[in-house]
């Protein structure tokens, strides 16, 4: 019976003792979890001053992205401090790093009072990031994202930049993938009264003529430079004639390749005609006056509209000089007898050349064979015309109206300069004149 109230006792004083162990145990947790809950609450300042440092001062931002994800993607409170700091920054960074939200399973905020309407100006944040980008960084890519998070979403914002520099906007906005928010935005009424027009500019801008000798001195014509040709050259008079002037040669060809207009011919009245000057009797040799100044124009590197005029008033006139100039130096003559326009007089002074033999006609073919389209494509892209390519263009052209078409198609303006230096004449006419006849 003794061992027995023993044994009751100690069962009795041992389950008091564990639902007391319990009871601390419980107590205990509760606090860890209290205490778990207020470090949560707020963002630590270390983890601030590493998120401050990404979203305004870092150079890369693939170096802060593991900080974004390590940070933000756990941290509801650190994502809500970098949204209030600058929320378009952290959009342009959350969709740069894929970073999601960890605040989407938190209870939302109470509601927030309506919306202010739509600010009349840009923040001046806002304005120092567009001032940077469009002028003092070197790199288009980094201030691409910028651009976007702020013009996309602020007409404000793209009005400002447009007012700073809209041929520099232009340029960005065609190479970024940037849209015009202010198209669905109600114009502002119009001003009581404007000031005159400017005056023309005098000069051509600086920055300008550093984006003109980068795209002019480099080797390789690429398709990147042509928005900045057109931009610039497209709507400055001054910018247009900087160029010509800088390097005449390699102005021809890019303003060739994409395709400029002069803004001067509008800007100005043309120049008056040369004077017509009476035919001088035929010479058998050329004046040295007159060989002096086709060198003079020959040997300069900007063909101006001086050299054209001693062009005309010679050339046009006498076969000797004509053929002195030919042979003085045959690849200038045929760039500036090309952009000055004139004429051979040699060939009303001397007897046509005997006509070729001619060939039973070979039978018509009706399309040009891939081979011989693929040799006109390397001699057309090329920049120099070798004689080598000569060879070629008569081969094929001269007796293959199919493939004469083809390159006049794939190219017109190299065609025609080829044509002229190659002296290739033009298959189709006989190729008519023979189905002529058989119909008759």
């Known amino acids: ?12 004083a041992t389950t008091t003792f564990c639902r007391h162990h319990q009871a601390i145990m419980a107590k205990e947790v509760a606090m860890i979890m209290v205490d778990e809950e207020n470090e949560a609450a707020a963002c630590s300042a270390s983890d601030q ?18 900080t974004f994800k390590s940070i933000l993607g756990t941290s509801c409170s650190c994502y809500k401090y970098a ?32 919306p202010p309407p739509p600010a009349n100006t840009c923040p001046v944040s806002d304005q120092d990031k567009l001032k940077k980008c469009m002028f003092e960084k070197t790199s288009i890519d980094k201030c691409c994202p910028t651009f976007k998070s702020i013009l996309m979403t602020s007409c404000p914002c793209y009005k400002y930049a447009e007012d700073l520099d809209n041929q520099v906007l232009i340029t960005l906005e065609v190479y970024c993938d940037v849209s015009n928010p ?23 801008p600086a920055s300008n003529q550093d984006k003109l000798k980068k795209c002019m001195l480099q080797t390789i014509v690429t398709d990147e430079c042509c928005p900045t040709f057109k931009s610039i050259l497209m709507h400055s008079c001054p910018c247009y004639k900087y160029a010509e002037k800088f390097d005449n040669q390699a102005f021809i060809t890019l303003r060739a390749y994409c395709d400029v207009g002069n803004p001067c011919k509008s800007a100005q009245s043309p120049p008056p005609p040369p004077p017509k000057l009476p035919p001088p009797t035929p010479a058998t040799t050329c004046p040295a006056s007159n060989q002096d100044k086709l060198k ?29 100039a030919e042979k003085f130096d045959d690849r200038t003559f045929i760039t500036l007898k090309a952009y000055c326009d004139v004429g051979n007089p040699c060939k009303s002074a001397q007897s046509p050349p005997p006509p070729p033999p001619k060939l039973p006609p070979p039978t018509p073919a009706t399309t040009c064979p891939a081979s011989n389209q693929d040799k006109l494509k390397k001699c057309m892209l ?59």
Not at 1 to 12: E, H, N, P, R, S
Not at 49 to 66: G, H
């Open 1 to 12: 019976m003794t061992i027995m109230k023993i044994l009751m006792m100690l069962v009795a």
């Open 49 to 66: 001053q590493k998120v401050k440092k990404c979203m305004f001062s870092t150079t890369s931002i693939d170096e802060c992205c593991p």
């Open 296 to 324: 003079k124009c020959m040997l300069q590197t900007i063909v101006t509209d001086e050299c054209c005029l001693t062009f005309k008033s010679i050339l046009m006139h006498s076969c000797p000089c004509y053929k002195y």
């Open 83 to 114: 949204e209030d700091l600058d929320n378009q920054v952290l959009i342009t960074l959350q969709a740069y790093c894929d970073v999601g939200s960890p605040c989407k399973g938190v209870p939302p905020p109470p509601p927030k009072s309506p």
């Open 182 to 204: 202010c198209k669905g935005v109600p114009s502002p009424p119009p001003p009581p009264s404007k000031s005159p027009p400017p005056a023309p500019e005098a000069a051509c």
């Open 382 to 440: 090329q920049t120099i015309v070798t004689d080598e390519c000569c060879l070629t263009f008569k081969s094929i052209l001269m007796h293959s109206c199919p493939c004469y078409k083809y390159a006049e198609k794939f190219d017109d303006r190299t065609f025609i300069t080829l044509k002229a230096y190659c002296d290739v004449g033009n298959p189709c006419k006989s190729a008519q004149v023979i189905k002529l006849s058989n119909d008759e």
